[in-house]
């Protein structure tokens, strides 16, 4: 409870008082990777990137009408500075076919440069009520955390291989949210000897309500990049992808576009909380810039400005780092391997080696 009035109160803090961008040639020449950028932090934090240098910015988005109305958002936050430095590229990730086909064309775009020097994992969802992917996975499932995981596990090992030669490491962040911390494992318990927590909760007769669904989708990622952290370690046990993830904050953006469904008043409380506690995405993005330059020995951290640390780790003992979450981990780890090694031939290898 305390921990609940201490973020709220740093919320209200934080949406006044902005987060320190870092000198304007941070990101000087370099290659950036952003899903999801066509609303909310994920636009603004292209805006941040090609204002802090980035000459090779893409974008991604699933509708071609969004990314022009992108690409002139960018252009005119940029002043023009974005003329000829992003380009947008197709990604839906409710369908694994489109997250191998923009892993191989990115790949492919950025071989032998280098790879991508920054990448940040944003693009993500929350619905209201429980709708099945293609795939077969509740939606929120698939997109926050399955194509999420899936992605950055394509371009992983290639990151790596990519910097093999370069004495600085590149940067894969995946946005979280603090709100990975809300699951009740322990309940989680009753259930996980006859099913796992992705199956579990892709069942509509278990749909949780949207809001623990979106935490729990949060959680699985968690789980599923702290397992990543350990494979981007090079042999001299120095990571060659410096892996984190992060929370912007309560952000005032569309995440909550689908909740406007359930009548005027829902939408009125939602306007009324946003307009009070939420901060605008260029502000919430401040912290996604500041992942992607974090220090080899932020390796693994997840990143906030609310709340303190040691309050973090508290309630990250009960849901992660003890011996239930390490538990929890593995079970929901070794799901994601099984549906991708079923689902994804390429997967097999990248986990092999
Ligand atoms: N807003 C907050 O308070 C908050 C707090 C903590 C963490 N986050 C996280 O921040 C990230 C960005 O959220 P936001 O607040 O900026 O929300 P947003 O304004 O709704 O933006 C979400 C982005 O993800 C894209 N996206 C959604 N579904 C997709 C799919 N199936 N395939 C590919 N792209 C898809 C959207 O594309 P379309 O334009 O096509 O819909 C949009 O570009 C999310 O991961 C969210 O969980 C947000």
Redesign the pocket.
Known sequence: MAFAIQKLLAQVYMKWFHIPLPPPDSFKDQSVLV??????????AAVHFVNLGATDVII????SA?SQA?IATIERDTKGRSKGRVRVMD????RYA?VVTFAEEARKIRQGKGGIDTVV??????TIAPTLSEEGWD?NI???TL??ILLALLLLPWLRAERANRSAPAHLAV?????HLEPNIQEWKKWTSETGPLEHFSKPDNWPGASTM?ATT?LMAQYAVNELVKMALGSSGRPKVVVNTM???????????DLKQLGIVVSLIVTIFTVIF?KS?SN?ARTYVAACLTKESEHGRFLKFYGSDADYQETADTVITGEDGRDMQALVWSEMKTEFVAKVPEVREILKS
Do not use: E, H, I, W
């Open positions: 899903t999801g950028g066509t609303a909310g932090l994920g636009l603004a991604t988005s699933r509708d969004r992108a990604l839906d990730m409710s489109s994992l944003n693009a993500g969802l929350s939606l698939q997109v926050n194509s999420t946005v979280g949210s603090g709100r979106y949060k929370c912007p904050g309560f952000v005032a953006s569309d995440l909550s576009r939420g995405p919430g």
